[in-house]
């Protein structure tokens, strides 16, 4: 009997050593298959833009500029329904005019889209099945939309914005822009990406973190096509923030900014000057 529970005693210890060192590993697969993600979606980016000179952007609400709406339009038929400023859907043009292939590219659009990519392994989202709002499978010019925050677990530049000191362009954005990350962790009881500081400790900076890889950071793609894993969010242009937009105010051109501000996160508000990047949705827009 003593000898069983010796045993038992050392399996116990063996169990506590072992399961935080899988759990480790398992996460830093996570990480790099998540990068691998990003990467994918730059070359999903990059084909389009060779197809149509310019990053993928649904129509801009010329009354209501500043500010972005999410999921809207998802069965819509070639685009109908899809509201301006939807940045979720200006995603989706990635997969509905055929860039977000398994082999990306401007002669393979008949390939069948790679949803995958836009799920992070490390979250519990799963990818969209490309069906109808019968569950039958469907074209992707019949969808116009993610069908929910489900099945995308990344955020992506918000171009919406009313001030003219804005070009969401690969021709003007500096090289170090961030485009897409994992998704922006918003603001509620568990996260808050305005109540943190670009030097405040690590434990405090994990509430502004992705809520993805255990908040111990994100994967962030860059304009130059750069995949990097970050600690802070205060890792764009100038230590910019890329979860909240520096100024909920159009700035005048003389403005001297301090892209360290911890800024405002809502979807009534767009990038405020060309270092802004503001990557949405947040994990509150449900």
């Known amino acids: 009997m003593l000898e069983l529970l010796v045993v038992l005693g050392i399996a116990i210890i063996l169990l506590a050593i072992l399961i935080p060192f899988i759990a480790k590993e398992r996460e830093h697969s996570n990480r790099a298959r998540c990068a691998d993600n990003l990467r994918q979606i730059w070359l999903a980016l990059d084909s389009y833009q060779t197809i149509y ?36 859907a200006s995603l989706w043009l990635l997969v509905r005019e055929g860039c977000a292939a398994q082999d990306p590219g401007p002669t393979h659009r008949d390939q069948p889209p790679h949803l995958a990519m836009f799920i992070c392994p490390s979250a519990a989202d799963v990818p969209d099945r490309l069906s109808d709002a019968s569950g039958r499978s469907t074209d992707p010019r019949h969808r116009g939309n993610f069908r929910g925050p489900g099945h995308l ?9 009313n001030t003219d000191r804005f070009r969401f362009s690969g021709d003007t954005l500096a090289w170090n822009f961030p485009i897409v ?65 520096v100024s909920p105010a159009t700035l ?35």
């Open 181 to 245: 990350a994992d998704k922006n962790p918003g603001v509620n009881k568990a996260s808050d990406v305005t109540a943190v500081t670009y030097n405040s400790t690590p434990m405090q900076m994990a509430r502004a973190n992705s809520q993805d890889h255990d908040r111990a950071g994100q994967n962030v793609l860059y304009a130059n096509g750069e995949v990097k894993f970050q600690t802070t969010p205060f890792c764009g242009v100038d230590g910019d923030n890329i979860y909240t937009v």
């Open 53 to 88: 000179n310019d990053y993928p952007v649904v129509p801009k609400d010329s009354v209501h500029p500043n500010g972005y709406r999410y999921y809207t339009g998802i069965d819509g038929l070639d685009g109908a329904g899809i509201a301006n400023n939807d940045v979720t």
């Open 153 to 161: 677990s990344y955020s992506y530049c918000s171009p919406f914005t």
């Open 252 to 286: 005048p051109s003389a403005a001297v900014v301090d892209m360290h501000a911890s800024g405002v996160c809502t979807p009534l508000v767009g990038p405020a000057n060309q270092k802004d990047s503001y990557l949405v949705p947040t994990e509150d827009d449900k």
